[in-house]
């Protein structure tokens, strides 16, 4: 007994990483907050696609990844994003679509990426990230580097022929990739049960011979732990995991989505369980921060978000020309 | 007559296909009523109305929507797919080009294949590079397919109810900003014929091709120089395969200057067969060269200040026809 | 005991069944023998991937499917076509080009299609022919047919993307479509555990919700009994059946092939085991039939056949203005 | 020089550039040694030579096959992709078309996708509807490609080279009769730029424009008809895209006649562009309207008795030159 408890504390964050997590999550959470303000108001047009609700998931795997991991992601990938560190900044001005941006504006919120920090590709594709993301893991075995490749996408993905072929291809080649299925229990309008024929994800992995794990994504400590697992199991050249971590989105597809195709009751219920409140308890709790320390650290981070907003919608938009650049590495007639 | 958006002039049609023909059905990602009727709405209330087996919300998954059109047409049916995007299209053209293309041809005619494709396009709401792009012109460098794009709310109806009740695969093009835009629609019965151009007016000193999005500023532009006193004959292609070759020519004969607009892409695009062919045809008789306004050979971009720099615009669509003026 | 063994003698295709699928599979056998000396002696000239070895899957499917319901395939497909009932004359008019072929000699073997006889759909794109067979089977939902329709597939195309969301749609909609996997070890010069990440096939049901059976597909009891529970079960409208039928073709990918990436006895050890001789036994020993009654059957069946060919050779070759017809069911500028 | 055939010299383009280069990797069905290097040996001998990690045989996967190229590409390899039949394609082209095509461009410049696929198609032995498409202008249509099609064994060396150590996505497309058929090929380095047209004879008549399998018989006519006292120039386009516009109009501004001829089907072809560009450019120029041979409307039959009816040959191609001479 005093065993399974020693070891179940071992297989916990420190108090370091949870507050780690939670910048990352309170970042997130104020970014998304302040986009949905300045898009309400008209101030920003752009689709926008809030992760809020499902935070914990990026933030607790991107305090197991180093800065050389690799990201892929998706449309809904803001909180992909800042966890892995894209600045400030450099995203508000995409998201403006000015030439300071992080893709000069050219690729907007559905395309960002910033190689300095490994978000290498954000796709509007459904699934598509997939295939990529073994690709940039079979680079990564031919140098034989020990880089990760965390490859996001949602329940809905799992369902499209490209999620198939890539699980099999990369438990066939053994690729450090892990495929981290965030199940917000909706695609777009489409309840869970109505576009996947199975009830947990994670046991498709069983038709790759892969290691499926299916955690709560919006338990900070349970993702940190299958996070850890997998990218352990990667870095250690042992092959691919499929994580589901269950969560939930709490602003529907986009912006101005109605929700009538929920059941009653069913987000309030989500939003009670509020994933970004929880691990505040949970901190607070452990003692590992005060409220108060806690309540800093945001007071701050919202003084970054205000400042790189107002930087985003000082800035230059590109220049017409811009239009035309960037199309080939060489220029061409 | 009713004042409705091309939306839901799509809708009409489909609903009294379905009402006419208990072998229409249909299918796509949330096309069913518990999904909210299609993201545009154009599918909404079908599935309550003729039952949730002939209108089936679908996963994610565009080959299998676009297969089981294939299959159902195969058998008999005539499904009317959503493809929610056009771009989502690249992932569903091996059941589009290899099989509801071909199935005809290589049965020796022995199978039908009457599916219809409904997709949706179009850049000019920033919405980038994977969900902006018109790619009409591969379609129609497929022989076996039909592709329809159509212009006005009235059209939606016309042309999409004659793409489902058209013995060959139709792919019917929408417009994501089209759809919410207003016009007078026909009540009741309303079937366009394909393959067959619109003179939407005649002139007689340039010639103007054009379809889909752009033909409301190709419009306007030819309004205005008729109060210039320059008269322009405007064509609305909307049918693009087969394309009514003899409409463009008969016009281009007459006014010996044509000026082609398309959103999609210039190079290699839909504008190249209609220059090539009218240069053919009318070898010698033309007053100057033909002009193509397309979008230049780049992705679209995301933001607003560039994506306005790539498309058409009144602007240029006037200085293309005046340089062919001379 | 005794009850089992009551039960598994009812559960065994009677004498009647049994001839009908020797017969079935004599038709195959002796066919692609001819075909395959034709090709050989430069007679006829076309791709040809013959589907020796696997006879006994079509045959024993077949004699559980009525003439309406629907039969997809492939390439390799001829004994899918003639198990199902395609008229040898019509079928050797089509490889030859013919126009008194299936389909006026525009298809060619890789697109044989009779609608009459159900053969609906030949693809040479590995993995098409799934998502087309649920379109099929949704029609007969629709229109409260009890008819089945059959989709054939090798084991490397149960890798590709159109496999996982076929048999996803499949399983959401309940559909009456049998999902038979021809595992003949190899996809094309690909052995099967290099591109095939699990064990078994019929495990990848599981992903689905669906009933899913591995069987010895050369024999004709066992294939039979699988075939005809899957048949109930989708013309009862309880859904779709994954049905993986192990095999192994005696003859290469396509004429020609030299199998230097088999190992060294692979196909000889198959050989020996050839399932047309089994059955043969098999019957014989049952006392269904004689030594000579086969004998007399298949010297009937290949004097048919002699006659098919005869009749292919000395057809017209279509008209060059044939070329352009077809294209569109009304005639288009 | 030595004489070997175009499938040879297609594998000792990828071999030299494996050995120059350790970032250049292979990928595709069936591509490594266990598997028999390929269907047509173009990649025999490279997993032996170059270890299993850098040329890897893949499931029947083409989305994961092109994704992984793409995610390899971006990670800073030059990956070699092999979609065997370009009907294949149509299952990959989100990932060529949405992603390889357009990250550069919407990442603003940040990320390359050096990458290479190769494919093969061509019309001609009785493969049918699904195994013999030139989709090339699909290709040439999406801004961000470049699409190469080479002519002969040198070309399949010097252009495939080219190509892996291009910073762009480049699509290859390889002929199957001609992969059998020998010529003689420069030992080492051997790279011919992209984006350059190769006039292969001068001439002062007419012009003829083509690339690919057609060449031979291009080559052949004008021979013969040189022999008649016709002079006919020759460009082998190499790149369709981006197309070497400068070379085709120095050339037609001079002779004032042109033919062009091409495997895919004519209408909304690559032949259209090039046609409509000529026309354009050269108006009031031209002693005759140019003439545009390629495929009729129709999937490609099985028959040989039908097959060899839509596809080019000399009759065909001298007709079109004798047309543009009056
Ligand atoms: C291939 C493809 N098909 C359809 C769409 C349209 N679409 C955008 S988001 C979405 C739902 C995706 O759901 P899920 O994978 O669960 O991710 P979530 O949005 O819930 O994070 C759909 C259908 C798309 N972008 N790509
Ligand atoms: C989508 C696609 N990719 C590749 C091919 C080329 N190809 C033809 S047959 C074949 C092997 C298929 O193997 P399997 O599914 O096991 O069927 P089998 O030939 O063994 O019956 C391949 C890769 C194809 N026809 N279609
Ligand atoms: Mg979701
Ligand atoms: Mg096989």
Known sequence: MTDTTAHAAADEPDAGALLDIYKRAATIVLTDEKLRAVIRSGRLSTPYYSPRGQEIISAAMAVNLRKDDYVVTIYRGMHDHLAKGVPLKDLWAEYAGKAAGSCKGKGGPMHITHPDVGVLVTTGIVGSGLPIANGLAWASKIRQEDRVTVTNFGDGASNIGAFHESLNMASLWKLPVIFLCQNNRYAEHTRYDKGTSIERISDRAVSYSMPGVTVNGNDAIEMWRAARDAVARARAGEGPTLIEANTFRFHGHHMGDSGEYMAKGELEAAMIRDPFVALRQLIVARGAASDADLTAMEDALRTEIDEAAAYAFAAKYPEPEEALEDVYASAVS | ?326
Chains 1, 3 share one sequence.
């Open chain 2, 1 to 326: 007559m009713i004042k409705v958006t091309a939306a839901e002039a799509a809708r009409m049609a489909i609903e009294e296909a379905m009402a006419a023909d208990p072998t229409v059905i249909a299918l796509g990602e949330e096309v069913a009523d518990p999904e909210g009727g299609g993201i545009r709405k154009v599918t909404k209330g079908l599935s309550t109305r003729f039952g949730a087996d002939r209108v089936k919300s679908t996963p994610i998954s565009e080959q299998a929507i676009m297969g089981a059109a294939v299959g159902a047409a195969i058998a008999g049916m005539r499904p009317v797919a959503e493809i929610m995007l056009m771009n989502f299209m690249t992932l569903a053209l091996d059941q589009l080009v290899n099989h509801a293309a071909k199935i005809r041809y290589m049965s020796g005619g022995a199978t039908s294949v009457p599916l219809t494709v409904r997709t949706m396009t179009g850049a000019g709401r920033s919405l980038g590079g994977q969900h902006s792009d018109m790619v009409e012109a591969w379609l129609a460098h497929t022989p076996g397919l039909k592709v329809v794009v159509p212009s006005t709310p009235a059209d939606y109806k016309g042309l999409l109810y004659s793409c489902i009740f058209d013995d060959d695969p139709c792919v019917f093009v929408e417009n994501s900003i089209h759809l919410s835009a207003r016009g007078d629609v026909p009540v009741g019965l309303h079937a366009i014929p394909l393959g067959k151009a619109h003179i939407v007016r005649p002139g007689a000193d340039v010639t103007i091709i054009s379809y889909g999005r752009p033909m409301d500023d190709v419009k306007k532009v030819a309004e205005s120089l008729g109060e210039e006193g320059i008269s322009v004959e405007v064509i609305d292609l909307r049918t693009i395969s087969p394309l009514d070759e003899a409409a463009i020519l008969n016009s281009v004969a007459k006014t010996k200057r044509a000026v082609i607009v398309h959103e999609a892409v210039r190079s290699f695009g839909v504008g190249a067969e209609i220059a090539a062919r009218i240069h053919e045809h009318l070898f010698g008789e033309l007053a100057a060269p033909v002009q193509r306004l397309g979008m230049p050979y780049t992705p679209v971009p995301f933001s607003s200040a560039l994506e306005k720099t790539i498309l058409w615009s009144p602007e240029k669509i006037t200085a293309a026809i005046r340089k062919t003026l001379g």
